[in-house]
């Protein structure tokens, strides 16, 4: 049996005891196991907060981002081995895996291209400076500089190349060193990674930690320079900012949680048009694109009072050539979940849904699978509710199914009240809006804003080229308040903050600019 | 009896039962009395969430700017009878009462030009708009809108007039509603400054909202779109953190608490130069002003090895000339501290680094003051110790006490060594260095840096015109990581971010730029 290990101190190293079990939700079969019993963790922190930190702080932005530059380019250079991984570990067709894997290396290339903008320096000047005193000597600046502890990365299951990638391009270009715990159940392809980093030669010792399997004692011994950056489950997100390290010691908390994720479709939109189809393209991939395991997915569609029945049958209609099977098969356009545990989840929020809305398309308990041996593997149908008076306190409105699951549902045909419901998913990651009309836009959009990290507007004009809002670019942030977590990721060189101080300086112009300027 | 009401639902209310005594630290008389007792803090929450939020935010920058330049003027219009209070309620002498309401009204008034200078406009645009796809018509920008919620504020004891100007102009200003609950015991400025703001008439319904007294269940009814901002003791601040609804609801939260602030006297200044004398007047002024009761005042003086007695006699010399007293007395400079409950924390921390370090002015137990009657009043002597072998778990780098107290120690004389120990205070607010040799300030500055949200560096050249470190100004930021809380205000539009929701905005760059633009 394939035994994972865990690189800590610099060294790879595996737990005792029986450990846990990595399957292949297709089959059900064994894949791996891992442990982290017994395993020093106090030490590897200690270890990355000692050697990594200061090996990072003495390189510049540049020379980050050609380390970070060398990472994609490593974990380019196994994109086939990686996607093999992730459709035996995650289910994912290989669409699915690309999806991922392709999403790490661009986002370390971008990460990467920024060190190189940034250039031959150490300190990120944050705006202009400031004339203080009625001389025009005295000055303020503000400066970041990287914080001197570990940046600890808690990562989600569902995106096991991206999600360590782009935590960890951030982390390392800022200068902090990174000890990431991927998500146990779909870990092979996180392992492969760290492996990959780390056989790269471009880390400095210290620099890249990692962790595989249950995450121990390991962020009771945060300290008050550490950052600890989470995506997950809203439980979890609660326990770690509750945790005694970061109540006490203010570590630095970054929390990307549970989303419901809401499509808006315009009061002029009209059927066969390119702005629909641009709509229903989102909403039918947020639903099968990774069964549906996307943070960003679409939960809610808001529709016109009077076209709610059109559009769900419409939307039906798609999802009908979904064919659900093992992600291995070419015909297959949507594998299983990932974990049973997930298969049960999915059922147990879609049976709470059918209890108030109407299923238009699927089955909660029997799907046909291709491929399928016996009853084995989580598959599960794509779901797709109607909800014709749908209410702010309403399960839809409070609990994110993570599966291929999204409810239609009408609002009276102004952007003011399609803000109004989609803000009581009570803060999300990302919403979009189809329209041409300027005014709903506006309405629509600037009464979402608040309650949203990202919000993509579908135009006409744009129709062809439009980005899905699933996709989380590195270009722009990516977080939500509320129960999306109060979070905030990426965003080019703004996702350099949380890894960094922010520091007011004061004092004569010049000796401030010394301070600042190149090594 | 004054018994002070607070501002709740559009009304000036009383609580119920016997209440808090606000006494004259002086002479222990009972000013006035406050309770919150019965009060409905839901309700008042809920009016400022549904009337204050949508009365602010269908307001431009440039129409807020002009409300905060309105509340700044009516302020400084009562300037005398604030001073007064200040010196009756606070302990405060006349320069000291001032600092506090002159640093009211003039971040008031900074805030103002801000949203002069932002104009007439609703969104906060950050940043340029970045191109996403191959066509230069798929882009993406980033805007700031404010939140749905209401800001909460509780503010400190010993600046009851800054402290409640200095939030409420930024939250203000980003358009969300303020709930100030000021510190108890010298709340008289406070309600007093209250009551000016509310009868200027500048403010729409529900745009501020004041409690008297105890904190009761306001916290409680915190939700997922409110801010809550915290300035003073670090275990409240605890407390607060780790709260329901800042766990549940990702409340944002803003924490500014203990700091043990520092002061580095570079290895080549001279006695008698003008440097020295900044030095020296700085670390003076912070132990005098307010009786050392400043959040960034300076407890850790580091001076070169060798010179360490020179120094400590030095400053002994100019707190020999500290006279305590009543303040309302014009040949007092130190009034006293502002509780009882201040003057028993002082006593007992000083005991804690008079266990390690050598007193070398003044007394724990006694003081001379001038006008005093009796034994009544809180007053305290200053206290300068030094401690020749100080180490990173000393109590000198764990305890803030909060009072007229600093200790003199040693470095070796490289900005690296004083870094190291400045540092083991844990996270600050703000440490000065003096020094002219560039070498010694990049490595100094850039070594405290990650644990400081504030660095002056004093230097021959502008010693004549440097602010004072303790004094916060609202152009630069004003927090600090770990001990300090982990919290960041002001910093000019910086201190706008934490009242608002950024959202990235994806789609035709025409189509955002009618989004974010002008009203």
Not at 121 to 133: H, N
Not at 198 to 214: D, K, T
Not at 419 to 443: E, H, I, N, P
Not at 480 to 493: I, K
Request: with cysteine; hydrophobic share 40%; net charge neutral.
């Amino acid at each position: 049996m394939n035994e994972l290990a865990s690189y800590l101190s610099g060294e790879w190293q595996r737990g005792t005891g029986k450990g846990a079990e990595l399957c292949d939700p297709s089959t059900e079969a064994v894949l791996a196991t891992v442990s982290t019993e017994g395993l020093d963790l106090a030490k590897a922190l200690t270890f990355a907060r000692e050697k990594g930190g200061p090996a990072l702080r003495a390189m510049t932005f540049a020379q980050r981002g050609e380390m970070v530059r060398t990472l994609s380019k490593a974990i380019y250079e196994k994109r086939d081995e990686l996607i093999g991984l992730a459709i035996a570990n995650g289910g994912n067709t290989r669409s699915d895996a690309k999806f991922d894997i392709d999403g790490a290396t661009g986002t370390l290339a971008y990460y990467a291209d920024l060190g190189k903008e940034l250039g031959d320096t150490q300190v990120l000047v944050d705006g202009d400076a400031i004339q203080l005193g009625r001389s025009a000597r005295l000055f303020g600046s503000h400066v970041y500089t990287p914080r001197h502890g570990v940046a600890v990365h808690v990562n989600a299951f569902n995106f096991p190349a991206w999600g360590l990638a782009e935590k960890a391009a951030v982390a390392l270009l800022a200068g902090m060193p990174v000890f990431c715990k991927p998500a146990t159940s779909t870990g092979l392809v996180a392992h492969r990674i760290a492996e990959i980093m780390v056989e790269s030669g471009a880390l400095p010792a210290g620099a890249f930690s990692f962790l595989a399997g249950g995450v121990g004692t390991l962020t009771s011994h945060l300290e008050g320079q550490d950052v600890l950056a989470f995506t997950g489950g809203s439980s979890t997100g609660r326990t770690l900012r509750a945790l005694e390290a970061v109540v006490a010691r203010a570590v630095r908390i970054n929390v990307e949680a549970d989303s419901l994720n809401a499509a808006v479709f315009g009061p002029e939109v009209e059927i066969g048009s390119d702005l629909e189809n641009l709509f229903t393209a989102d909403v039918v991939r947020d639903m099968q694109q990774k069964t549906g395991q996307k943070c960003t997915a679409i939960r809610r569609v808001y529709v016109p009072r009077g076209r709610l029945a059109e559009i769900a049958d419409l939307l039906a209609e798609r999802l009908r050539r979904i064919k659900v099977g093992v992600p291995s098969r070419d015909d297959v356009g949507m594998g299983p979940l990932s974990t049973k545990t997930q298969l049960r989840d999915v059922r147990e929020g879609a049976r709470k849904i059918a209890e108030i809305a109407k299923l238009v398309h699927g089955s909660i308990d029997t799907v046909e699978a291709l491929g399928r041996e016996g009853d084995k593997g989580f598959f599960m149908s794509p779901l797709l509710f109607s909800h014709d008076s749908p209410s702010a306190s309403d399960v839809i409105h409070n609990h994110e199914v993570f599966g291929p699951c999204a409810t239609v549902m009408p609002y009276d045909g102004t952007g003011e009240d399609a803000a109004r419901l989609v803000a009581a998913g009570g803060g999300g990651l990302v919403t979009s809006v189809y329209s041409d009309d300027a005014a709903f836009q506006k309405s629509c959009v600037l009464g979402i804003a608040p309650f949203h990290g990202r919000v993509t507007i579908g135009t006409s004009k744009v129709a062809s080229q439009a980005l899905p809002p699933g996709m989380v670019l590195p270009q722009l942030i990516h977080g939500g308040p509320g129960r999306a977590g109060g979070g905030e990721e990426l965003g080019g060189r703004r996702g350099l903050a949380f890894y960094m101080q922010r520091t007011a300086l004061q004092g004569d112009r010049a000796v401030l600019e010394a301070i600042a300027g190149k090594r």
